[in-house]
């Protein structure tokens, strides 16, 4: 039994075109996403952190990870790949988190062969790997608990983050492959792209590769295209973009203590409450509530005396009681 999300990005990992997920870090930033066109997305761990004011060092509990990715893929239709970091601990922590995973309609998790807690594989030189062995059982923990058949367990290989070379990586690649691993993402922080297409050009086609080019970046997307690549991630973008405007909007309105000249390059709130779906709840309450009837606009009173007014009609009829100066 396969659910849509899962089966979608299964085939965008094995797609014969090159794909593309792009991060986002909430619900807003997904429907954003999904809305721009792209046909998956990416929890990335750094923007996640980023957007809760933590630092990407498993500060932020797995638990507390998956209660936001609840809100993300329910926010949209499109299939969602979680940076999952190391697995948030050992085997047992992997299975438990693919379960939980699956629950929440998750399509798939991405792994790294580093140590728990995380580093953000852009600090620093020389992180220490985790060991292969204990890395594959991981992938076979994870891949023996899932019940979706088509939930997908990306490998990262951060050996040529860490300084062990091209060798190392085509080794640990082909062991996490072995244990079931259903795509390899291949990891590097050089400004150019010479390392991951070394690796491509090694691995061929044993199973669909995932690249990030964050350093990168000035790679023709063409390159990757030619080279086979599978799957490209945007790693960051829309939390990085968000910062800067942010950013930009606090410093002005600290400095100019008003609003005439930011309001008119900010989206209007009519346009949060459409990607709210505040439209869909109007609607629903017409169907579900019931309608409303309009205030009186007047009072008719009948003739007569009446006893229940008591006084106010001891000499005079109902229709004679004066309400509100008539």
Request: net charge neutral; charged share 25%; proline share 3%.
């Amino acid at each position: 039994m396969s659910s849509p999300k899962a089966k979608a990005l299964r085939e965008l990992l094995t797609g014969k075109k090159l794909s593309f997920l792009m991060e986002a870090h909430n619900g807003l930033s997904a429907k954003i996403a999904e809305e721009a066109g792209f046909q998956g997305l990416w929890g990335s761990g750094l923007s996640i952190s980023a957007s809760m004011g933590v630092r990407d060092n498993n500060e932020m509990s797995w638990t507390q990870v998956l209660d936001l990715l609840e809100f993300m893929t329910d926010a949209v239709k499109i299939p969602l790949l979680l940076d999952g970091d190391t697995g948030y601990g050992n085997f047992n922590n992997m299975r438990r988190l693919v379960q939980k995973m699956e629950a929440r309609d998750i399509a798939g998790v991405c792994i790294e062969d580093k140590l728990f807690p995380k580093t953000n594989s852009f600090i620093g030189d020389n992180q220490p790997l985790a060991d292969m062995d204990e890395f594959c059982g991981k992938i076979k923990a994870g891949k023996d608990a899932q019940t979706d058949d088509s939930f997908s367990i990306v490998a990262r290989v951060e050996a040529l983050i860490a300084g062990w070379g091209l060798a190392e990586a085509l080794k640990r690649g082909e062991a996490y492959r072995r244990a079931g691993a259903d795509a390899i993402l291949i990891h590097s922080k050089l400004s150019k792209a010479d390392e991951i297409l070394a690796f491509k050009k090694e691995w061929g086609d044993r199973c669909p590769v995932v690249i990030v080019p964050t350093k990168y970046y000035s790679t023709p997307t063409e390159v990757f295209r030619k080279a086979g690549f599978n799957v490209v991630i945007w790693a960051n973008h829309l939390m990085r973009t968000s910062m800067t405007a942010m950013q930009q909007t606090a410093q002005q309105l600290m400095k100019e203590e008003s609003l005439i000249n930011v309001e008119d390059r900010v989206v209007g709130v009519n346009e949060v409450f459409r990607i709210q779906g505040a439209k869909e709840l109007e609607e629903a309450e017409k169907r579900y509530l019931p309608a409303k009837q309009e205030a009186p606009q007047a009072l008719i009173l009948a003739a007569g005396r009446g006893k229940e007014l008591g006084v106010l009609t001891e000499d005079r009829p109902k229709a004679m009681v004066e309400i509100a100066g008539k």
